[in-house]
């Protein structure tokens, strides 16, 4: 997700390929990706956020359009965009400049100086097309980046073993297939799998896209299947002893005062936390997007009778800012919805629910921390559906 006011501090535009300057100039695509989207039972969104995908989208109007979200061919939830991608720029001795790889075209409103600022820095806009997929079997991989032109990118993490095996397979040919565009970027972390490569990509670049997707989630899907455990919704997992505060950040255990909060909600619905790499490791097709921070198992009711219900706060950014889902978790059995779920209409805060195997998620969106999210709410309207939803015959 874009830092808030970004949009505001783009001071000019550059382009990563010479061919790309026309679009650099003209600040917006010249290509529209409504009839595509259609033609692939996808949602066009224009220049609004798609729901679920705010982690990764740039979340202002003025710098993603064509956001379009629906499923790949192989069945992964996903969400494909053109981004006027901010790229930071700095005031050097000869005039204005940009670190990475070679550039064309960089121009900016001069003087710098007295310009807009965001995060104490100004950007220009440079013509990128964005994809990115859900894969929540692979949640518990670690962060990495292949192919980041910014020199403040993350770096591919040493996995021993893990990405060599990745690279040695699909992801790999993938990756050197798009080594043929001035820019080509694969980046992985908290559940999603970010593809991007410069220019604003027609129908044919976008299908390109597309099939990548499929290709690299199944491939992280794969290389992470050794580390699942799967086992009934019902059966506990392990507990975990949080202390009551934490000022530090990348412990086992959130920062406070996400810390506290989750400790309070334990004790008021009576709820055990459990440990959230085990909640992966044994349920790898959770419904809920992201990566799961804090977990809580305990008895709710659904319906006449109390059923294991879990609460799962996961995020798709770094704590303690990033934002994420707070979500309901029943087991089923209850019949499958698309991969990348239904938004429930009528509820009191907007709300979407999945179901993978055996289990029926129900989120709402936490993007105000250290708020849980709107919890009341997700409880009172998740039970209810709940009980709505389970098969006949279920108990």
């Known amino acids: 997700m874009g830092t808030p006011g970004t949009a505001r501090a783009v001071v000019g535009w550059a382009a990563w390929d010479v061919r790309d300057v026309a679009d650099a100039r003209r600040r917006r695509p010249d290509v529209d990706l409504t009839a595509w989207a259609a033609d692939r039972g996808f949602d066009a969104h224009g220049s609004a956020n798609a729901g679920g995908w705010a982690g990764v989208l740039p979340g202002e109007p003025e710098l993603q359009a064509n956001v379009v979200r629906g499923t790949t061919p192989g069945g992964w939830d996903c969400c494909l965009w053109h981004w006027r991608e901010p790229v930071p720029v700095a005031d050097g001795p000869q005039g204005p400049t940009l670190r990475g790889r070679p550039h064309h075209d960089l121009t900016v409103q001069s003087p710098l100086r007295g310009l807009p600022r965001a995060g104490g820095r100004r950007f220009v806009g440079v013509p990128v097309t964005a994809a990115a997929v859900a894969v929540p079997e692979a949640a518990l991989l670690a962060p990495f980046t292949l192919g ?37 970027e694969l980046a992985w972390g908290h559940g999603v799998l970010v ?19 499929d290709v690299c989630a199944a ?7 050794p580390l699942h455990t799967p086992a009934p919704f019902a059966r506990p997992l392990p507990a975990v002893a949080w202390p009551t505060t934490e000022t530090a950040t990348g412990c086992p255990w959130p920062p406070s005062p996400l810390l506290e909060e989750v400790h309070r909600l334990s ?3 009576d709820m055990q936390l459990e440990d959230p790499d085990a909640y992966h490791r044994t349920f790898p097709t959770t419904p809920v997007p992201g990566r799961a921070w804090a977990v809580l198992r305990g008895a709710l009711p659904v319906g006449p009778a109390t059923s294991t219900a879990r609460i799962a706060l996961h995020t798709d950014a770094p704590l303690p800012a990033g934002g994420g889902r707070t979500a309901l978790l029943v087991g089923g059995p209850y019949a499958p919805t698309p991969p990348g779920g239904v938004r429930l209409t009528g509820s009191p805060v907007p709300m979407r629910y999945a179901v993978r195997g055996e289990a029926l998620g129900v989120w709402v ?10 919890v009341t709410e997700l409880l009172g309207t998740g039970l209810a559906l709940a009980s709505g939803l389970r098969l006949r015959g279920a108990g």
């Open 148 to 184: 980041a032109p910014d020199p403040d990118a993350p770096a591919a993490q040493p996995v021993p073993g893990l990405l060599p095996r990745l690279l040695a397979g699909p992801l790999g040919a993938v990756v050197a297939a798009g080594s043929r565009f001035a820019l080509f």
């Open 195 to 213: 593809l991007r490569r410069n220019g604003y990509a027609g129908p044919a670049g976008v299908d390109e896209l597309l099939a990548a997707l």
């Open 219 to 225: 491939a992280l899907a794969e290389v992470c299947a």
């Open 267 to 269: 004790r008021r619905l």
């Open 365 to 374: 969106l936490r993007d105000r921390p250290p708020s849980l999210g709107a």
